[in-house]
Nanobody, 115 residues
């Protein structure tokens, strides 16, 4: 089992920045990929960014060039640096981990971009 806890969400003005973090615990040695997803009001949950065990990254077109995903294996944390935020980035952001035991999710953290 893997437990994931997100932090760092909040209210930010358009053009601003936020950094989300995801702390992983449990059988973390079995994790081979992690990702951030988001779900806006009345919308489906969509992939934002992903990072593989070897460090390869992938981004949704809508955040390419603005968001940066990173992983700190020594502290068992994953981060999402979000820059140049737009109102359409408003959503609940979820941490995701794919491991030998299955797929695991955090509880989510709210990000609101508004003036």
């Amino acid at each position: 089992q893997v437990q994931l806890v997100e932090s760092g969400g909040g209210l930010v003005q358009p053009g601003g920045s936020l950094k989300l973090s995801c702390a992983a615990s449990g059988t973390i040695f079995s994790i081979y990929a992690m990702a951030w997803y988001r779900q806006g009001p009345g919308q489906q949950r969509d992939l934002v960014a992903a990072i593989a065990f070897d460090g390869r990254t992938d981004y949704a077109d809508s955040v390419q060039g603005r968001f940066i995903i990173s992983r700190d294996n020594t502290e068992n944390r994953m981060h999402l640096q979000m820059n140049s935020l737009k109102p359409e980035d408003t959503a609940v952001y979820f941490c995701n981990a794919v491991a030998n035991g299955g797929t695991f999710w955090g509880q989510g953290t709210q990000v609101t971009v508004s003036s």
